[in-house]
């Protein structure tokens, strides 16, 4: 570890070197200059987007390298800066490479590819080019920095392992995505039974990948129990409920009981499910568009009501007091026809008014109706209120309010005299 520190130490000298500040200094110059051209929208108007993007990708890098010819020609060292010049080129190509896959390929799956893939490994790539201008890549590949388990390890092993979990981990998902999808299409497993085996594929492949490097980097089988007491002792105690929450979401998924896109009342709320993860459920709430997070143990042990086990219909229903004086088969048949004219209540089945109680002051019904997709039912049903409305209104039927009739009374009662006639 102390050779690679002072290696790291040896790089930055390279930093009091007059050409070297000489260089940054230009490269940042160019950087300032095109932020501020980027900033003003200076550029040559008329021209297609595509194009224009083009212009705005080599222009920085353009600068770069004429800054670096203009050194040439004085004689001063250049090297450093045409390379982050040609860095910088690389990296306005994959913003122009984002914007060509945004036309054929979703734009969630374009960030991740780039964000999460091409990205990393571009900044990896130009990371090793400017080390390796710098000191030998080899000779440090040999550096050891530290021990574990009697094993030495040096900097290239630990490198390398690093770049196969992180590869394993981004480039395990299409496999087991196909082979899950295979298994769909010739053996008929159920749909959430395919999303539980492209997980356990997925992790499968990065568990004995993680075991292959762990044998690369040099451990032994003793080394590797020892570390599988130590997470075994681990899941006892610090991480039981992530572990159990990991073994929920599997059976979750192979039970199908929770599928994305199915509606459950979370504390009284209709939420739909959107991404079944292994630890997590994340749903979505209408009422004020945000994301829940459930722990998926929480579905084995709570209650929970859903509205698409077997279909998205729901029975909803609104209520509303009529005045006595009215007949009471008249409002029936008066909202059983409101409910029909709203153009997202159900025709079948048919919407049913019903007779609940009789109030202090009305008579109370309940209009019961259908409703195709649950997470709807708050803004159907302020449809149909309004269309009760305009109905009673059209004709002619009233809806009371509470009435209190006051009595002035003196206290304490005057008491009356007895009238005794005289005779």
């Known amino acids: 570890m102390r050779d690679l520190i002072r290696e790291i130490l040896g790089w930055l000298g390279y ?21 501020q051209l980027l900033r003003h929208r200076i550029a040559a108007a008329g021209l297609r ?203 979750l998924l192979f039970e199908g009981s929770v599928r994305p896109g199915e509606v459950l009342m979370i504390d009284g709320d209709p939420c739909e499910v959107r991404k079944l993860g292994l630890r997590a459920t994340l749903l979505w709430r209408d009422r004020d568009n945000a994301e829940l997070l459930i722990p998926n143990q929480t579905f084995f042990t709570e209650a929970a009501t859903t509205y698409t086990a077997s279909d998205r219909m729901r029975r909803s229903q609104v209520s509303v007091g009529a005045a006595y004086h009215h007949d009471p088969s008249a409002v029936i048949a008066l909202l059983e026809a409101t409910a029909l004219s709203v153009p997202r209540v159900l025709k079948h089945p048919a919407p049913k008014g019903l007779l609940l109680s009789y109030g202090d002051s009305a008579i109370n019904y309940a209009l019961r109706f259908w409703i195709a997709n649950p997470m709807d039912n708050v803004g159907i049903c302020s449809e149909v209120n309004q269309a009760i409305w305009s109905a009673f209104k059209q004709h002619n039927i009233e809806i009371p309010f509470p009435q209190q009739v006051e009595y002035s009374m003196v206290w304490p009662p005057e008491r009356q005299q007895p009238n005794i006639e005289k005779h």
């Open 15 to 35: 930093l009091e070197r007059s050409e070297v500040l000489l260089q940054l200094l230009a490269f940042g110059a160019a950087l300032v200059l095109m932020r």
């Open 49 to 251: 987007r595509r194009w224009h993007n083009v212009l705005l990708a080599i222009s920085g890098p353009g600068l770069a390298m004429l800054l670096s010819l203009l050194l040439a020609l004085a004689q001063q060292s250049f090297g450093l800066l045409r390379l982050l010049g040609v860095f910088w080129l690389g990296w306005n190509l994959l913003g122009l490479l984002e914007l060509q896959l945004d036309h054929w390929l979703p734009k969630e799956r374009v960030h991740q590819l780039l964000s999460r893939l091409l990205r990393p490994m571009y900044l990896l790539g130009a990371a090793l080019v400017l080390v390796d201008k710098l000191d030998s890549i080899s000779d440090l590949a040999v550096i050891q920095v530290g021990q574990m388990f009697n094993t030495s390890i040096d900097l290239g092993k630990v490198c390398t392992a690093l770049l196969v979990i992180y590869l394993l981990l981004l480039g395990s998902a299409p496999p087991a995505a196909a082979l899950a999808w295979l298994a769909h299409r010739f053996l008929g497993i159920s749909e959430g039974s395919r999303k539980a085996l492209e997980l356990i594929l997925r992790y499968a492949v990065v568990g004995i990948g993680i075991l292959a490097v762990a044998f690369h980097v040099g451990f032994n089988g003793t080394a590797l129990l020892a570390i599988a007491g130590g997470l075994s002792v681990g899941l006892g105690f610090g991480i039981k409920e992530v572990f159990s929450n990991f073994v929920s979401g599997l059976w």
